[in-house]
């Protein structure tokens, strides 16, 4: 089997603080690395013209988390690559496990990194407490509803067949995007991993902005983009790779 080429994709908003030092990281572990500049205005652009080993896609307004994902992901179907690594760029994620996310898409469509699947109780806590209850209660919530086996639904450091994400279409521009794509991952029965990613918050504090960042109307906004997504695809049923599992036999989209 060829190896899969992939781009990896890091969505960017006022970052100035960590894009160098992770981008640095990445680019020792990915060939192509592509920025999505979502209307950054603290200095991150400045850093980011700074480089030639990255691309860069800028957005000239902030239009959300989601929206920068969808662009990385359109990049990466009209380049021909063959999947995509999405990996954020606060540097909670290690970049010396992107090869280990490409390699198990051989047997996926949709590889994703979990916070919580190795992860003892006692280091799980130490992620904020609303942020681990909500991720817990939403994780809960889809499994049940979509029939998947999910043990992180956040966890921005993904994998992805290209194909596979040209059967979506994911619209949400926020921060629920992937609750949208797991619901649309479920209907189209696409084939999901979870891989054991370290737990690492480097500042608790960190802010989701304006009215998300009270628990409670972050938990709302969720739940309605979960039903709004369910809505738009009325028979979602169980998908036939139960997430967690690798198939017996691989075959390519």
Known sequence: MQPLRFLTALPVFNEASHVTPVLDEVARYAADVLVVDDGSSDGTSELLAQRDDIRVLTHPENRGYGAAL??????AIDHD?????????????????????????????????SRYLDTPLEAAKLAPADRRRINLSITQELNQRLG?????????????????????????????????????????????????????????KRSFGGSLDDARTRLEYYRRV??????????????????????????PC
């Open 148 to 204: 998947l086996n999910l043990t992180d639904a956040f966890c921005g450091f993904k994998a992805y067949r290209t194909c596979a994400l040209q059967k979506l279409n994911v619209t949400e521009p926020g921060y629920a995007m992937p609750l949208e794509l797991w619901v649309q991952a479920a209907h189209h029965k696409l084939r999901i991993v979870e891989v054991a990613v370290p737990l690492i918050y480097l500042d608790e």
């Open 226 to 251: 979960i039903d709004k997504a369910l809505a738009e695809v009325a028979d979602v049923t169980v998908t036939d790779w139960p997430c967690g599992t690798l198939a017996a036999s691989c075959s």
């Open 81 to 113: 690559y063959d999947a995509i690594v999405t990996i954020d760029c606060d540097g909670q994620h290690e970049p010396q496990r992107i090869c280990k996310l490409v390699e198990a898409l051989k047997c996926a469509d949709i590889v994703s990194g």
């Open 70 to 75: 969808e662009s990385a992901f359109r990049f």
